[in-house]
């Protein structure tokens, strides 16, 4: 019942999509989405790879595992990791996909069902529209996203504490592991032992290279609007501490880090969801 009214959002609440956010426009060429690949050794054409390098090379980026019916941003794809593994002057590569809690339950439904967070939609009852049907859908247990999240792990990977991870600014980090015969294995999503609760981070945690510390924030939609806190180098959350001077959410996506200061850019990216009564992405500059 929930795919036959989205359908007929997409169909008929919400036409035409300008092309920006148009699947059928937004995911073709380089950004068409590719299949997974298990480990396939690479064949060396030219010269050869030093014995002594050892070590892999991992990339992250956003490819949705299905094409979605509605808008759909570049930044909405589910996670895929891509990566080349050296060793013993030989060359693995593979990609897998993060296997998020959102990746798993449209897995296993064979459709996609999650909402976008970028897209607009056309006119106030195209825009409300998908808002209760997901609602529905969380009503009936279809997902959770207040104790699962709807992150996309797919903007960055990072190491903290020894450990990988892919992250989204949408989510908490999926831990991943790299096996011995050049497999992506995704552990899970992960809260660092926080005594409290948290549903999210910065997709670019910085290291501290003399403590071993990873230093990360979140944005939220009220106040604080801006949360600054520690990973130590053994795996455990410290104590938030609220950045008060923030009058509005804003979409802070990274960071500077001195010796001595954590420098925050105030930029123009701000986030108001009342712009979904609009018609338009509750992102806006």
């Known amino acids: 019942m929930f795919k036959s009214v989205d359908e007929f ?101 064979g459709h996609p069902i999650f909402p976008s967070v970028f897209s607009s939609y056309n006119g106030l009852v195209a825009s409300m529209a998908p808002v209760g049907l997901t609602a529905a859908r969380v009503l009936t247990g279809q997902f959770n996203p207040v104790i699962n999240g709807i992150g996309t792990a797919n903007t960055s990977v990072a190491v903290i504490s020894g450990k990988i991870y892919a992250l989204a600014e949408s989510d908490l980090p999926y831990q991943i592991e790299v096996t011995s015969d050049g497999d992506i294995m995704t552990i899970g999503c992960h809260d660092f032992h926080s005594s409290k609760p948290f549903m999210r981070m910065t997709a670019h945690p910085k290291v501290d290279q003399d403590t071993g510390e990873t230093l990360a924030f979140r944005f939220n939609l009220v106040p604080p609007f801006l949360t600054f806190f520690r990973i130590g180098s053994d795996g455990r959350k410290r104590e938030d501490v609220p950045i008060f001077s923030m009058k509005s959410a804003a979409l802070i996506h990274d960071v500077a880090v001195t010796k001595n200061y954590v420098i925050f850019n105030d930029g123009q990216m701000m986030i108001s969801p009342l712009e979904i009564l609009r018609g338009r992405s509750p992102v806006k500059s």
């Open 9 to 109: 959002i997409c169909n008929y609440l919400d036409l035409p999509l300008p092309p920006s956010i148009d699947p059928k426009h937004a995911l073709l060429g380089n950004f068409s989405p590719v299949d997974e690949l298990p480990p396939t050794p690479c064949t060396v054409v030219e010269g050869s790879l030093p014995s002594c390098l050892d070590g892999v090379y991992l990339r992250n980026g956003p490819n949705p595992q299905f094409i979605p019916r509605g808008p759909y941003h570049l930044f909405d794809g589910d996670g895929m990791l891509h990566m080349i593994k050296i060793s013993r002057g030989e060359a693995m590569f593979c990609s897998r996909y993060v296997k998020t809690y959102k990746y798993m339950v449209e897995h296993d439904l």
